[in-house]
């Protein structure tokens, strides 16, 4: 079992920037991959970031230059989700997800609101 929990969400304007924490706990060591999604009222969860164990990135297109997604390096069951340059479309509530081989595992969320 792996325990996931996100803080860092708030309210931005937009220009502004945040930081979020997704701290993992319990079978860590099953880990592959960690990714933030996010969410808003009436649609589908979409993929913002991804880190793999060897520490390989992906972005999705509408983030790219402006997330970066991280590990920390003296605590590497911390990812991080470093937002710059906000948007009003960013607005959501941001998950992490843990891949393991044998499942997927998710955090409860934290709200990401940037006004214009």
């Known amino acids: 079992q792996v325990q ?6 708030g309210s931005v304007q937009a220009g502004g920037s945040l930081r979020l924490s997704c701290a993992a706990s319990g079978s860590i060591f099953r880990i592959n991959d ?8 009436g649609k589908q969860r979409e993929v913002v970031a991804s880190i ?5 990135t992906n972005y999705a297109d509408s983030v790219k230059g402006r997330f970066t997604i991280s590990r920390d390096n003296a605590d590497m069951r911390v990812v991080y989700l470093q937002m710059n340059s906000l948007k009003p479309e960013d607005t959501a509530v941001y998950y992490c997800k843990a891949v393991t081989q044998y499942s997927d595992y998710w955090g409860r969320g934290t709200q990401v609101t940037v006004s214009s």
């Open 34 to 41: 960690v990714a933030w999604y996010r969410q808003t009222p």
């Open 4 to 9: 996931l929990v996100e803080s860092g969400g």
């Open 52 to 56: 793999s164990s060897s520490g390989r």
